[in-house]
């Protein structure tokens, strides 16, 4: 019995997972070296300082922690200039059509992401009231496949985790839901999200009803 779902950020409700790919893509050739799609595919879902511990290690760069943090900073500074001109525009097509049928239907919805950037993004895109619970980057310490993101957020709702569903972009974030003992739907293909229950290419066209029964396959 679903009685709550939970959604990732970038890339499920709104289309920044490309800012972080550029923002990615800028502080390589900024380092020398090349970012490719495959490689930025191992970084979604991932914190911005392992993400860029990824970065380097691909390159076969190794620096001190404080540099590191100013190469994050940079990195955050770009993707900042990326969303600072975001509008609701950018929410992903269906989304909205979805929580709404969802609110009518009495679930409730949480965001779980590892974003540090969330509540910007979500004032831009004018979501931020829709949720009933928002957990993102500055209140984990765990990041996902941790599953501590989405329990938090299950915890806030007062719902348990089996009868949560999280949507996800991310293999890190769907195994993280798995590790929750969440029911899981990834927003992408099978040959990267296949351990989820399902997987669909966007929101549209999928609502309660649809999802009860997808889940019960
Ligand atoms: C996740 C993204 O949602 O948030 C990652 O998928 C990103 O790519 C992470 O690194 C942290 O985001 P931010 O905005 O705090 O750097
Ligand atoms: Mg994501």
Known sequence: MIKACIFDM??????????????WQRLSKHLGFEFSEAQNEML????????????????GISLP??????????KNGWFNEYIDTMTSDEILPGVLDFISDLKHNNIKIALGSASRNANKILT?????????????????????????????????????????????????????AIAGNMKCVGIGTEDILGKANFCISSFEGLNFAILQNKLKE
């Open 124 to 176: 831009k895109i004018g979501m931020l009231e829709m949720f009933d619970a928002i957990v993102d980057g500055t209140h984990v310490e765990k990041a996902k496949p941790n599953p501590e993101v989405f329990l938090l957020g299950a915890k806030l709702l007062d719902v348990a985790p089996q009868h949560c569903v999280v949507f996800e972009d991310a293999q890190s974030g769907v195994e993280a």
């Open 65 to 74: 922690y404080e540099e590191k943090v100013l190469l994050c900073e940079m």
């Open 10 to 23: 970038d890339g499920v409700i709104v289309d920044s997972a490309k800012y972080h790919y550029m923002s």
């Open 44 to 59: 979604k879902g991932i914190s911005r300082m392992n993400s860029l511990e990824i970065v380097l290690e691909n390159a």
